[in-house]
């Protein structure tokens, strides 16, 4: 929807890449102040530690050497080379030590009478070899440059992944994957509602983990991966357990993120280390959830520090993929789950990796009823809950929400001490998810309040009016803490798939008609429509770009690439001239233009049933859809 032209249609999108960026300039810093403080660290150690410590000996000459000799001033020697070192009587003769080390820069050699001399003198001599250069640069320099480059790769890893520590330390290139036994993944299908055919293609899967050589027999090769793909919420994590509880393998689970890391290769290395495990513990099932941290495109992403590190990655799973043997005696499948199929890099999904693609879609009706089924044996239910009539309330919402949404109704019944959770409650629970508290210390004006029952009860009366118009079953000008100053609830009959030109048309006429009541009865419009605009114009511009329903524009796709299950965000394609923009735009304006203009004739037509709804509402805050049937009922007889 953005409307500016954008050579690289890939953004830093989500919070993870933003948290991955801070945690790189996080860890730069880190290693250059490091550095610094690294650096003065070496040189006070060379200077004030290692220095005192090793050479404290006296440089004395050659001849200075030799008188004090006679004089009896040596105690002992050590001939080198080079040079002759060893003690000498302190020259001050009442300091402790007695004797302090000297180092004579000499040629041994070319002094015959240095021996006789020295056993003239009794002096104890020796033969020395020269100190090794290597061993000395190794204890001033290596040793302490490895201490420091220990300690700052211990920071380092502390300062990035904000955790870890000393254990992360050792375990680096470990994979994360925690190892579950069959017997403790405690989930089945039985657990999963409406994704039976998700199931069946699931079962094939796991006739081959349990008969493996029934299907090698005849020489076809077991597939390796599984990708399942669905908007978030619909059960693919779970799904993927239940997989592993009914194929009674071992499963190890991990999340893409977790191979996510600063440092090139560490990924690398983890994803190594699974599948060796995987292998060890074949049959088994290795699962990567949100795969699509990991397996992001390689071509065309924005070049960010830990690219490089994801790139090996994501190569070395391939590998790992292309690598391992699915033997008919220890077979390994990696499943995998993302709600992002179009950022997965097409070497991932090509055929012999994840070849089998298995989508979890928003469950239908049945499988509503499924899953709230499933997540009501724990939670006491009035004999009279009506389960159809549940999952009808429920369009469009994911297992993940109804879960949540039966919950909630259980607090709520618990809240107004019932010994059972009725539908009532549920009703109240879906309101809550979706509108927000109840909030009645919110106090209106009684002109807001009025407007309110107006804007409500247009949308109400059009959506009744309008041939495809949804039933509306709930009516309410009781505020929400999300904003929403009242809401009409339309329940569909039934789960749509396709739409036609008319029934989107109806849609865009409903939305508009809280904004129509307010005109028509104030000659007056409210700030309170924006959001009804919004969804209006969006509508009407994917009706335009999308699904190609303008006469003047044509069956063309003008709209850039949907990002298929998240919220249906359209990237601006790029290439559609500025024209065809300003035809677009007149168009998306037309359309919901002549929509409003409807809404108002169809609201002007009723005005009577307008004003009756509107006074209702105003007494009881909230009406159920039959008071919609009932004033346009009234008022046509009247009329
Ligand atoms: P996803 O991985 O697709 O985002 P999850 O598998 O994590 O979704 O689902 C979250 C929770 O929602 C599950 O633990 C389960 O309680 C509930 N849930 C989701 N889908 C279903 C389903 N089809 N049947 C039963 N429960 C479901
Ligand atoms: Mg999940
Ligand atoms: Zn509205």
Redesign the pocket.
């Known amino acids: 929807m953005l409307d500016n032209k954008r050579p690289n249609p890939k953004k830093p999108d989500s919070d993870d890449e933003k948290k991955r960026q801070e945690q790189a300039r996080r860890q730069m810093r880190f290693s250059i102040s490091y550095l610094i403080v690294g650096m003065l660290v070496l040189w006070l150690f060379q200077e004030f530690i290692l220095t005192p410590l090793v050479v404290q000996a006296t440089e004395i000459s050659y001849s200075e050497f030799k008188q004090k000799l006679t004089e009896g001033q040596i105690v002992k020697v050590t001939i080198r080379d080079t040079s002759i070192v060893g003690e000498m009587k302190n020259p001050d003769p009442k300091a402790t030590p007695a004797s302090v080390p000297f180092d004579t820069v000499a040629n041994p050699q070319s002094d015959p009478k240095l021996i006789e001399q020295l056993q003239a003198a009794n002096v104890a001599f020796s033969f020395g070899r020269p100190p090794s250069p290597i061993g000395s640069f190794l204890f001033a320099y290596i040793l302490p440059l490895v201490l420091l480059g220990g300690f700052w790769y211990l920071m380092y890893r502390r300062s990035g992944a904000g955790g870890g520590g000393i254990g992360a330390i050792f375990g680096v290139g470990k994979s994360k994957a925690t190892e579950v036994k069959a017997e403790d993944v405690g989930v089945t299908y039985k ?5 039976d055919e998700a199931i069946a293609e699931l079962q094939e899967i796991i006739q081959f983990l349990k008969t493996p050589e029934q299907f090698a027999k005849l020489g076809g090769r077991i597939p390796k991966g599984v990708l ?1 793909v ?10 993927a357990k239940a997989t592993a509880g009914e194929a009674g393998t071992s499963f190890f689970e991990t999340s893409g993120s977790e191979f996510v890391e600063m440092f090139v290769g560490v990924g690398a290395a983890r994803v190594r280390d699974l599948f060796e495990q995987a292998r060890k513990a074949a049959p088994a099932i290795v699962f990567i ?1 949100e795969i699509d941290a990991i397996g992001q495109s390689r071509a065309g992403a924005v070049r960010f520090g830990g690219n490089d590190e994801r790139e090996q990655t994501l190569n070395q799973l391939l590998a790992e993929i292309d690598g391992f043997q699915t033997t008919a005696t220890a077979p390994v499948i990696i499943m995998a ?1 993302t ?1 992002r199929p179009e950022v997965l890099d097409p070497a991932l999904l090509r055929a012999g990796r994840f070849d089998r693609q298995i989508t ?1 879609g928003n ?1 239908d009706l049945a ?1 509503r009823l ?2 709230l089924k ?2 009501s044996q724990s939670i006491k239910l009035a004999p009279d809950f009506d389960w159809e009539r549940a999952a009808r309330m429920t369009p469009g919402f ?3 929400d ?2 949540n949404i039966m919950n909630e109704s259980a607090l709520l019944a618990a809240r107004r001490n019932a010994d059972a959770v009725a539908l009532a409650d549920f009703e109240a629970a879906i309101e809550r998810v979706v509108a927000g508290l109840e909030k009645r210390s919110r106090v209106m004006n009684e002109a807001e309040r009025k407007t309110v029952a107006y804007h409500e009860s247009g949308h109400a009366l059009v959506a009744a009016l309008v041939p495809h118009g949804d039933p509306v079953s709930k009516i309410s000008i009781v505020p929400r803490t999300r904003g929403a100053l009242g809401y009409t609830m339309q329940m569909p009959t039934e789960d749509r798939y396709l739409l036609t030109q008319d029934e989107l048309q109806d849609r865009i006429a409903v939305m508009l008609g809280g904004r129509a009541a307010e005109k028509i009865v104030c000659n007056q419009i409210s700030t309170g429509a924006s959001d009804d605009i919004l969804r209006a114009t969006e509508l009407a511009r994917r009706m335009v770009t999308e699904f190609g329903m303008s006469e003047k524009l044509g069956s063309v796709r003008y709209a850039g690439q949907q990002l298929q299950y998240l919220g249906g965000a359209v990237e601006d394609s790029g290439n559609v001239s500025q024209d065809t923009r300003q035809v677009i735009d007149g168009e998306v304006q037309r359309f919901v233009t002549e929509q409003y203009e409807r809404a108002q004739g169809l609201l002007r037509a009723h005005r009577d049933a307008l004003e009756k709804l509107t006074q209702q509402l105003l007494q009881q805050e909230t009406v159920d859809g039959g008071a919609v049937k009932r004033a346009l009922e009234e008022t046509l007889s009247h009329s």
């Open positions: 657990d999963v509602g409406g994704a399942l669905g908007p978030p919420g619909t059960g693919k994590t779970l799904l959830d789950a709600n979890v469950p499988g499924q899953i499933i997540h994911s297992g993940a109804i879960a």
